[in-house]
């Protein structure tokens, strides 16, 4: 049983920052998926890749894993990129406007 601890990075679809201040451990799979031969569909018999357990610091994770025997391994944060536009939607609309086809 290994797992991985890491801080997740924000939502592509959203702005927002929510559920990227907590660490996450998460199990790493240690079967491959199988076919359900009722169905096909994929299926597996790893249930512990379905657990995910958040925790406040980096700190509690690692305790949490030490405590319960569980072999983990940290990733590191990615740095946050902040982007800063030059303008905003209505400097589109400003009277002296310089046009990118205007020399």
Do not use: C
């Amino acid at each position: 049983m290994r797992a991985r601890i890491y801080k997740p990075s924000r939502n592509a679809m959203q702005s927002g920052e929510a559920r990227t201040h907590e660490w996450v451990l998460e199990f790493e799979r240690e079967s491959g998926p199988g076919i359900d031969p009722l169905m096909g569909w994929a299926a597996g018999r790893d249930t512990r890749t379905q657990v995910r357990l958040r925790f406040p610091e980096q700190k509690a994770a690692e305790d949490y894993a030490r405590d319960n025997g569980i072999a983990y391994v940290v990733l590191p944060p990615h740095p946050r990129r902040h982007v800063v536009r030059a303008n905003g939607y209505a400097d589109n609309y400003l009277p002296g406007r310089r046009f990118p086809w205007t020399h």
